[in-house]
T-cell receptor, first 112, second 116 residues
Framework: GDSVTQMEGPVTLSEEAFLTINCTYT??????LFWYVQYPGEGLQLLLK?????DKGSNKGFEATYRKETTSFHLEKGSVQVSDSAVYFCALVKAAGNKLTFGGGTRVLVKP | GAVVSQHPSRVICKSGTSVKIECRSL??????MFWYRQFPKQSLMLMAT?????????EQGVEKDKFLINHASLTLSTLTVTSAHPEDSSFYICSAGKGGSRTEAFFGQGTRLTVV
């Protein structure tokens, strides 16, 4: 079946550091790929998405490129802030109906 | 985007009682909603798919008689945890999509259930 694997956390960074969270997927066909962010005690918010190969999703300084050849969708941000401290989930959806397959989540802690 | 509202955000109940959690799509109609459970510091586990006007589809290992799902309208799905036990304490999250294939889902704020 479909699966998403992302790097385990926690990832601890200093403010203004570069952040990369690796995400790879296994799926047949052509899934859409997403990054969701979860702040403490809250639900999930869509951070960015890409629907086809070579698409780049971007939002709030975060970027991720849909790489079909490596089945990857790595999340990057050039300069993190304390407010970026959260749990980040990589996910894919393939079939109609918005049923998501999630990675395990990566907790990011940014220290001042 | 689209707004999905979940209520209550926190609830504490006694063992043996039932708790109902509501999930509403505020500005769109959702024929399908999803209910997830999240354990501390873990990912989301899909519990069931809620289908408007029909029975929910439960994932393997999820007790349908314990976690009752009702999707009576295109904007409301409810999850009722029946005869709650402390091990049911968890963070429950719903999501809904606006339709179409391979599109993103919109999530509610989540409900923190504590059974004492």
């Amino acid at each position: 079946g479909d699966s998403v694997t992302q790097m385990e956390g926690p990832v601890t960074l200093s403010e203004e550091a570069f952040l990369t969270i690796n995400c790879t997927y296994t799926a047949t066909g052509y899934p859409s790929l997403f990054w969701y962010v979860q702040y403490p005690g809250e639900g999930l918010q869509l951070l960015l998405k890409a629907t086809k190969a070579d698409d780049k999703g971007s939002n709030k300084g975060f970027e991720a490129t849909y790489r079909k050849e490596t089945t990857s969708f790595h999340l990057e941000k050039g300069s993190v802030q304390v407010s970026d401290s959260a749990v980040y989930f990589c996910a894919l959806v393939k079939a109609a109906g918005n049923k998501l397959t999630f990675g395990g989540g990566t907790r990011v802690l940014v220290k001042p | 985007g689209a707004v999905v509202s979940q209520h209550p955000s926190r609830v504490i109940c006694k063992s043996g009682t039932s708790v109902k959690i509501e999930c509403r799509s505020l500005d769109f109609q959702a024929t399908t909603m999803f209910w997830y459970r999240q354990f501390p510091k873990q990912s989301l586990m899909l519990m069931a798919t809620s289908n408007e006007g029909s029975k929910a589809t439960y994932e393997q290992g999820v007790e349908k008689d314990k976690f009752l799902i009702n999707h009576a309208s295109l904007t409301l799905s409810t999850l009722t945890v029946t005869s709650a036990h402390p091990e049911d304490s968890s963070f429950y999250i719903c999501s809904a999509g606006k339709g179409g294939s391979r599109t993103e889902a919109f999530f509610g704020q989540g409900t923190r259930l504590t059974v004492v």
